[in-house]
């Protein structure tokens, strides 16, 4: 039978490891200046044959309009850039610091907030954008994030390490 209203979603496509993809998708792409962002330091980090000297921590993200990821924080000390290649893709930003102090363990809703169930929401700094093809989205280390496809949607994400956040990723 047909399943109705899944928010089915290819997520996180990590290519270099497929070595098929590999070889057709990395070096395709012209590193940004280096005085926008340091040398990315992880081309010298995973040295697969199909990625050598590009960076293996690069994804692929497809699905539908309102196909979304929760709340989280990804670990390892790593800044993200999202591109959207095909649709739009709404990204809801908080500052790292506000983290432990006001999301309330990551339960509460950047949707709906509710301030008497969880009125530290109020002291959060909250970013909210909506990103389209031809633009970039470039997250700091331990931002707190959720996105949502406004559109179907093809995202490109790339994770970067330069001396700037060299620290929190060792």
Not at 44 to 54: E, M, T
Not at 80 to 95: D, M, N, R, T
Not at 154 to 162: E, K, N, P
Request: proline share 7%.
């Amino acid at each position: 039978g047909q399943v109705k209203n899944a928010n089915l979603y290819l997520h996180q496509w990590q290519f270099p490891l497929s070595d098929t993809a590999g070889r057709k998708l990395c070096h395709q792409n012209n590193p940004l200046p280096k005085d926008i962002m340091g040398e990315d330091l992880l081309k010298y980090w995973i040295d697969l044959p199909q990625c050598k000297l590009d960076s293996p921590l690069q994804y692929i993200f497809m699905g539908r309009e309102d196909t979304l990821s929760k709340l989280h924080r990804d670990p390892g000390g790593l800044e993200i850039s999202i591109a959207p290649v095909v649709g739009q893709k709404e990204c809801v930003l908080v500052h790292r610091s506000d983290g432990s102090n006001c999301l309330y363990h990551l339960s509460a809703s950047l949707d709906e907030i509710d301030l008497h169930k969880h009125p530290m929401l109020s002291q959060a700094r909250i970013y909210r954008t909506v990103i389209e093809p031809g633009e970039i989205l470039l997250m700091p280390y331990g931002t707190y994030h959720q996105c949502r496809n406004v559109t179907p949607c093809l995202s490109y994400s790339r994770f970067h390490l330069d001396t700037l956040n060299l620290l929190p990723f060792v």
